[in-house]
T-cell receptor, first 115, second 113 residues
């Protein structure tokens, strides 16, 4: 069974640009969550989507947005990039059932560098 | 404020010894706890989880202990191997917060030959 896949794996952008990252969850999973990982702040929750609806959002500015498609694939977008957005962006999938607290499985991440 | 914290940022153990990694959490409403292992260049890998109605759970070479009285979580790794070298994170899922994990800062485990 294929795991969570994320594309691209590496990305270099300059300040002011925007970027779109993609995540394909494990087959059958309906929940996709996004996390940002930096050396200073650690792993921080960005948002979670379930059946194309954003159910939860972390404490990040509106420049960070996401969406989920009917096949559960998800994208996150960061607009007007800042140097501080350089991070590893991780996607996690879980859940066939809306109410279940089941395990989140992570993808390998997308390493974003903002110059 | 509410947080999940690990007691030690680094831990070195001899190959073959047992490892114990500790974590403290502050939100008594949390009802699901998970340990992840992250190797360099990879995403976090699920190790083991435990729900708040349990105090112990065992997996293959790993045991998680939950002490709700003092809000403490630990991961025990038996017969530590070189492949266990990684950063270990504890995470909590707070009740009612869907699938939003709050992570600790991580412990770097180094296995010495």
């Amino acid at each position: 069974k294929a795991g969570v896949t994320q594309t691209p794996r590496y990305l270099i952008k300059t300040r002011g640009q925007q970027v779109t990252l993609s995540c394909s969850p494990i087959s059958g999973h309906r929940s996709v969550s996004w996390y940002q990982q930096t050396p200073g702040q650690g792993l921080q929750f960005l948002f979670e989507y379930f059946s194309e609806t954003q159910r939860n959002k972390g404490n990040f500015p509106g420049r960070f947005s996401g969406r989920q498609f009917s096949n559960s694939r998800s994208e996150m977008n960061v607009s007007t990039l800042e140097l501080g957005d350089s991070a590893l962006y991780l996607c996690a999938s879980s859940g066939r059932l809306a109410g279940a607290l089941d395990t989140q499985y992570f993808g390998p991440g997308t390493r974003l560098t903002v110059l | 404020g509410e947080s999940v914290g690990l007691h030690l940022p680094t831990l070195s153990v001899q190959e073959g010894d047992n490892s114990i990694i500790n974590c403290a959490y502050s939100n008594s409403a949390s009802d699901y706890f998970i340990w992840y292992k992250q190797e360099s260049g990879k995403g976090p890998q699920f190790i083991i989880d435990i729900r708040s109605n349990m105090d112990k759970r065992q997996g293959q070479r790993v045991t998680v202990l939950l002490n709700k009285t003092v809000k403490h979580l630990s991961l025990q790794i038996a017969a530590t191997q070189p492949g266990d070298s990684a950063v270990y994170f504890c995470a909590e899922n707070r009740a009612g917060s869907a699938r939003q994990l709050t992570f600790g800062s991580g412990t770097q485990l180094t296995v010495l030959p």
